[in-house]
């Protein structure tokens, strides 16, 4: 049984800092692509970051792109994303996904994920 739980959001004013944690299991980590994918109220749920666990290559949507950073703890079977500079329209529902198998570049569409935790919420105030 594959499971993914996410922890670590909160709320914090903007120009302040998170880091999310999610803690995998079930599968083999190290062989897969993960991510993290966002959720505002009526809006779809967007890529946030990804990464291939065996390559360790990341992309990044351009709106995070040089305030966040995804990254891997192997041992722990542990994906972080650590945000920074947070801005009100970070506000969302912030979730991990996974790809038991994957290889080469990690897809960033939310549909070709088929494992997800259940999402932690993430408020930036202005």
């Known amino acids: 049984q594959v499971y993914v739980v996410e922890s670590g959001g909160g709320s914090v004013q903007a120009g302040g800092s998170l880091r999310l944690s999610c803690a995998a299991s079930?599968?083999?980590?190290?062989?897969?692509?993960m991510g993290w994918f966002r959720q505002a109220a009526e809006k779809e749920r967007e890529e946030v970051a990804t990464?291939?666990?065996?390559?360790?290559?990341?992309h990044y949507a351009g709106s995070v792109k040089g305030r966040f950073t995804i990254s891997q703890d192997s041992a722990k079977n542990t994906l972080h994303l650590q945000m920074n500079l947070l801005k009100p329209e970070d506000s969302a529902m912030y979730f991990c996904?996974?790809?038991?198998?994957?290889?080469?570049?990690?897809?960033?569409?939310?549909?070709?994920?088929?494992?997800w935790g259940q999402g932690t919420q993430v408020t930036v105030s202005s």
């Open positions: 990464m291939s666990l065996s390559t360790g290559t990341t």
């Open positions: 996904a996974a790809i038991p198998l994957a290889w080469g570049d990690c897809p960033v569409s939310a549909g070709a994920y088929p494992y």
């Open positions: 079930g599968y083999s980590f190290i062989t897969s692509c």
